[in-house]
C-alpha cells in the first residue's frame, strides 16, 4: 500500500464525526491506493471515446477468445455461464417494488432532512435505493448529510424514531383520503420491511470533501463504498439484513472488474467473507449492453441483479454515435421501453439475467423508472395512473420481478401488479440465450420513425432549464414539467433527475449539429415540415422558453433563483447544444458550478472546462473550491 494520507476539507471533519469516525477515516486512507488506478481507467474510458468518435466506429461484441480485462475469466466462458455468480439472499429474492430517491434535503436540520428516509422506509416498497448519485444534490455537504441520515435510520437513533412516528401519521392521512384505509398499521414493525440499498456515485465524479495528501481529488465511488459500509455494515448484519449496493455507470466488464476489486478490498479490510455485499448494476450505458453476461461474470458473488434504466440509456445511445449523422432520436416522448433500441436493450438484460452461471444461479431484473405522482386533477392523476399500471404490467409481462418508482406515494399503486401475480420473482423464466451477431448490434441502435416537432423542442428545453436550476438550489430530484403547463393540472408533475436533464440536452445537440428536420409543421411558429433544427431557431426558443421561467409564479420557479441559479443553468444549457464538440458529461459543467450563483463565475468555469476537453480530452471533476494547502 502507498503511504498516502488524506484531506478533509474545511471543518467536515469536526462536523461530521459520526460519518467521518476513526474507523471510516482509516478505511478511506486503506482504499485511496486504488484512486490513481481509476482516473487511469476513467482516462482510458475518455480516449476510447474520442478515438471511436474520430474514426467513426460503432461499439462492437468482445471478441469471445480473449480474457475479460482485469480477470482471469475468457469472455466465451462468461457468455456460457461458466463463472461463479451469487446466491440471492432472501431479503432480495422479493424486490416487487422499489423506491428511489435522496436521503436528505438541501440545508435542512437533521430532523427534516431526515424525513426522506421515513418516507422511504414506511412507503411499503420492497426496497429503496437511497441515493448518493443522479438524485442527490450535492451542494454544501448534501452527501454528508444523506450518509448521516442513513446511519440514523439503520442505527434506529431515537431521533430517526420519532421522526418516523409523525411521518407515518402523515402518509396515513394522505393514503386514507387516497385510497380509503390507512396503509401503515405498525409504523415501528414497517420501518423493517423496507431492504436498505445504497447507490454510491459513478467511477467518472469526485468527491467534493477529500483529496489525497498530494492535492489529488479522489474518486466518489471510493469514499461512497467506504462511508456507507464502513458505517452500517454491522448494525445492518445484526439485523439479518444484506449490505447491498447499486452501481451506476459502468460502460464495460473492465470497470465492472475494477469495483469487483474495490469491493472485495474493503471486503477484506473488514473481515468480511467475499461476496457479502452485494451489488445491482444499473444498465445506463449502451457499451455495457454488448458485454452483460461479462459483467456479470467480473463481479461473480457481488452481483445480484440488473436494473434498466431509461433515461441514462438513451443518453449514452446518443452520446455513443455523436458522431453519426445518420443517428438521430425523436421527440423524447416518442422514446418509450417498446421503441426501438430500447426495446432490444431490455430484451438482452432479460436474457442475461436468466442465463445461469455454472451452479445454477440466475440474477434479477428490476425494471425501469415510474416517474409519475398522483397529484394533479382527478382527470390527470386517473389518466396517468393507468398508464403507470399498464407500464408495470407490460414489464412484468416481459419477465421483469420488480421495477422502480421515484415517489413514495406510487408504491400501493404500482405493487399490486406484481402482488397479484404472487410470485417472488422470476428468475430462472425461459428466454433464449443471448447472441452475438451483427444483426443483434444494429438492433441495439435501431432509430424507428417517430415525432420530432417544435413542440418536442420547447419541452426539451423547457424542463433540461428547470433541471439545470433545480440542481444548483440542491434539488437533483425534483418535479417538474414544461413551462406551458404550469396552472394545468390535467398534466402532471414527474420526478426528474440528473438522467432526465441531461438526455433532453443531448438530443437537443443531435438536432443542432445534425441538421435534424422536423417531421411535421408547427401552426405556432409557422414552420413547416422538414424545416431544419438549426442554431438559430434552438437559440430563439431557448430565450422564449427561459423567458417563460422567468414570468412563472414561485411554486414552479423559485424567485430567488431568477437572479441566481437560474441564469447559470440557462450558460450551461446553451453551451452544452451548441458546442461542436459534445461534451461528455452535462453534470461536469453542473457540478463545477455548485454553491455558485454568479454568471461570470461560471463562464469562466465553462470556458476552463472546454479547454481541458480540447487541449488533453480530459474532464474538470474536482471540486474548485476546494482549496489545498499540502
Same mark, same amino acid.
Given at each position: ?70 480477470? =482471469? ?20 429474492? &422479493? ?8 436521503? *436528505? ?223 438521430? !432520436? ?17 430484451? &438482452?438484460?432479460?436474457?442475461?439475467? !436468466?442465463? /445461469?452461471? &455454472? ?11 415510474? /416517474? ?26 416481459? %419477465? ?23 410470485? *417472488? ?6 428466454? /433464449? ?5 451483427? *444483426? ?8 424507428? /420513425?417517430?415525432?420530432? !416537432? ?17 440542481? %444548483? ?15 394545468? =393540472? =390535467? ?30 409543421? =408547427? ?28 414570468? *412563472? ?63 488533453? !480530452? ?8 476546494? %482549496?489545498?494547502?499540502?
Amino acid at each position: 500500500m502507498n503511504n498516502l494520507s488524506i484531506v478533509v476539507r474545511d471543518t467536515l471533519k469536526e462536523n461530521y464525526p459520526d460519518v467521518y469516525t476513526p474507523f471510516a477515516l482509516l478505511a478511506l486512507e486503506h482504499m485511496v491506493q486504488f484512486n490513481a488506478e481509476l482516473k487511469a481507467l476513467m482516462k482510458k474510458r475518455m480516449d476510447k471515446r474520442l478515438s471511436r468518435s474520430v474514426n467513426k466506429e460503432r461499439i462492437l461484441f468482445l471478441d469471445e477468445s480473449d480474457k475479460i480485462p482485469g480477470t =482471469d475469466i475468457l469472455v466465451a466462458d462468461a457468455r456460457s455461464g461458466n463463472f461463479v455468480g451469487a446466491e440471492i439472499p432472501e431479503d432480495l429474492q &422479493r424486490q416487487w417494488i422499489q423506491g428511489t430517491g435522496p436521503g *436528505a434535503k438541501p440545508n435542512a436540520p437533521v430532523a427534516d432532512s431526515i424525513r426522506n428516509v421515513a418516507y422511504a422506509l414506511l412507503s411499503g416498497a420492497d426496497g429503496w435505493m437511497f441515493d448518493g448519485e443522479d438524485a442527490l444534490g450535492q451542494i454544501s455537504a448534501m452527501s454528508l448529510d444523506n450518509q448521516r441520515n442513513l446511519k440514523l435510520a439503520i442505527h434506529k437513533d431515537p431521533l430517526f424514531l420519532e421522526v418516523a412516528e409523525k411521518v407515518a401519521q402523515q402518509m396515513n392521512a394522505w393514503s386514507l383520503g387516497f385510497f380509503g384505509e390507512e396503509k401503515i398499521q405498525d409504523w415501528a414493525k414497517q420501518l423493517d420491511f423496507t431492504t436498505k440499498i445504497f447507490r454510491a456515485r459513478g467511477l467518472h465524479l469526485d468527491d467534493r470533501h477529500i483529496r489525497d495528501s498530494n492535492g489529488n481529488s479522489v474518486a466518489a465511488s471510493i469514499v461512497d463504498l467506504s462511508l456507507y459500509v464502513v458505517n452500517n455494515y454491522q448494525a445492518l448484519r445484526d439485523a439479518g439484513a444484506s449490505i447491498v449496493l447499486y452501481l451506476p455507470k459502468i460502460q464495460t466488464a473492465e470497470e465492472a472488474a475494477f469495483w469487483n476489486k474495490l469491493i472485495s478490498e474493503l471486503e477484506g479490510f473488514l473481515k468480511l467473507e467475499i461476496g457479502t455485499v452485494k451489488v445491482y448494476v444499473l444498465v445506463e450505458q449502451l457499451e455495457a449492453t454488448f458485454q452483460l453476461m461479462e459483467i456479470r461474470a467480473a463481479l461473480g458473488k457481488h452481483f445480484v441483479g440488473y436494473n434498466t434504466g431509461r433515461w441514462d440509456y438513451i443518453n449514452s445511445v446518443s452520446d455513443a454515435l455523436a458522431w453519426d449523422s445518420t443517428f438521430v !432520436n425523436p421527440n423524447i416522448e416518442s422514446i418509450g421501453m417498446t421503441y426501438g433500441y430500447m426495446r432490444n436493450y431490455e430484451d &438482452r438484460v432479460r436474457r442475461a439475467v !436468466n442465463t /445461469p452461471d &455454472r451452479n445454477g444461479n440466475f440474477a434479477l431484473w428490476q425494471g425501469g423508472m415510474e /416517474p409519475n405522482i398522483p397529484v394533479g386533477s382527478e382527470a390527470g392523476v386517473s389518466s396517468s395512473m393507468s398508464k403507470a399500471i399498464a407500464g408495470a404490467e407490460r414489464e412484468q409481462r416481459e %419477465g421483469a420481478s420488480g421495477k422502480w418508482v421515484a415517489h413514495w406515494k406510487m408504491v400501493h399503486i404500482v405493487r399490486p401488479v406484481w402482488e397479484k401475480e404472487g410470485a *417472488a420473482n422470476q428468475m430462472g423464466r425461459e428466454f /433464449p440465450r443471448l447472441s452475438y451477431t451483427a *444483426a443483434d448490434a444494429d438492433g441495439l441502435m435501431l432509430l424507428e /420513425p417517430a415525432p420530432r !416537432n417544435i413542440r418536442g423542442a420547447r419541452n426539451l428545453i423547457s424542463v433540461a432549464l428547470q433541471y439545470g436550476n433545480a440542481f %444548483g438550489q440542491g434539488m437533483q430530484a425534483a418535479a417538474l414539467k414544461p413551462a406551458d403547463y404550469f396552472g394545468n =393540472d =390535467d398534466v402532471l408533475y414527474l420526478m426528474e433527475d440528473m438522467a432526465t436533464g441531461e438526455i433532453r440536452l443531448s438530443i437537443l445537440w443531435e438536432w443542432v449539429h445534425k441538421g435534424a428536420k422536423l417531421t411535421e409543421s =408547427d401552426p405556432e411558429t409557422g414552420l413547416p415540415e422538414g424545416t431544419v433544427f438549426s442554431l438559430e431557431l434552438f437559440q430563439q426558443l431557448l430565450e422564449e422558453e427561459y423567458d417563460k421561467l422567468l414570468k *412563472a409564479n414561485n411554486k414552479d420557479v423559485h424567485d430567488s433563483s431568477k437572479g441566481t441559479t437560474l441564469p447559470v443553468a440557462k450558460e450551461i444549457a446553451k453551451v452544452y447544444v451548441t458546442e461542436q464538440q459534445k461534451i461528455p458529461w452535462f453534470i461536469d459543467l453542473l457540478n463545477i458550478n455548485l454553491n455558485n450563483e454568479d454568471l461570470a463565475t461560471a463562464q469562466e468555469r465553462i470556458a476552463k472546462y472546454l479547454d481541458v476537453l480540447k487541449a488533453q !480530452n480530459d474532464r474538470i471533476t474536482e471540486n474548485l473550491d476546494f %482549496g489545498f494547502q499540502g
